[in-house]
């Protein structure tokens, strides 16, 4: 069970100022967070991580903290505005498709996948940009994470170019849990994370990160990052080259028993 917290400073964010009313409802009311978990039907971790502002709330909670505390729509209105600051604009939609996705297709060739990143190492290297949302930004990472965690979780295929695993973001400490948590990743049933090693001289994705989204119906959305933002492709014949370039990268990348054992090497590299 999450340790209750203090709530941060509310006029430092919308998040920490949603975080603080949640606090100040539920304290008036004279609930734990272990009952108002109950009360929204989700988990009392979810609850302190909210409360400090280190996960972004979902409407569904929004909604249901309004039903149990009886605010008259008080969480549901500041949802909006928490999500229009916690997601960049253009990246709101693919947020929204990733939830619904029952498999994904990632491949990063400079940094470890957001989904598999640790709080610590997305916060170095959302810092390197100086933005003046840092918090706000590490939350809403941390938050697409939740993904993982469900009950059934999306079918996920994560591949890196090695170069990634060789940037020591954060410094030694950051990354021996970046390492740790990625071997720990790559147990889980549903996941697959292969390394391309930096012998390869070039492969399919040396022109950047790509992430195709699958669903039960529908055609596969593919998701091209770029330097100033993103872009979703839904021309199919745009995500059948990215699906083609995907099988071409796996055959390149080392086999998950391989790129543990390469994970392991770097950690190993960093001593204890």
């Not at 100022?17 to 004279?30: H, P």
């Not at 979902?58 to 903290?65: H, I, K, V």
């Not at 993982?148 to 890196?160: C, K």
């Not at 030694?172 to 720990?184: G, K, S």
Request: net charge negative; hydrophobic share 45%; charged share 25%.
């Amino acid at each position: 069970m999450a340790a209750e917290t203090d709530s941060p400073d509310p006029t430092s964010s919308l998040l920490a100022f949603f975080g603080s009313e949640l606090r100040r409802v539920r304290t008036e009311a004279g609930k734990s967070q272990g009952e108002t978990a109950r009360l929204a039907h989700t988990t009392q971790a979810m609850i302190s991580y909210v409360e400090a502002a280190k996960r972004v709330p979902s409407e569904d909670l929004a909604r249901d903290l309004d039903l149990a505390f009886g605010t008259g729509g008080h969480f549901g209105r500041l949802y909006p505005l928490v999500i229009k600051f916690a997601y960049p604009s253009w990246f709101l939609p693919f947020v929204e498709l990733e939830r619904e996705a029952t498999s994904m297709r990632v491949f990063e060739c400079q940094i470890i996948p957001g989904l598999l990143q640790t709080e610590d190492y997305a916060r170095a290297m959302l810092a390197s940009v100086r933005p003046d949302n840092l918090d706000e930004l590490v939350a809403a990472r941390v938050t697409r994470q939740d993904i993982l965690e469900r009950e059934a979780p999306p079918r996920t295929w994560f591949v890196m170019d090695e170069y990634a695993l060789m940037r020591r973001i954060g410094g030694p400490v950051v990354m021996r849990a970046q390492f740790e948590a990625l071997l720990r990743a790559g147990e889980r049933p549903r996941t697959v994370i292969q390394v391309v090693p930096r012998t390869v001289p070039a492969h399919p994705g040396l022109s950047g990160a790509f992430t195709t989204l699958g669903f039960d119906t529908g055609q596969d959305v593919l998701f091209v990052d770029g330097f100033s933002q993103g872009r979703i492709a839904l021309d199919p014949r745009e995500a059948n080259a990215a699906s083609h370039a995907y099988d071409l990268l796996r055959a390149a990348a080392l086999s998950p028993e391989a790129t543990a054992e390469l994970i392991s090497a770097h950690l190993k590299e960093l001593g204890q």
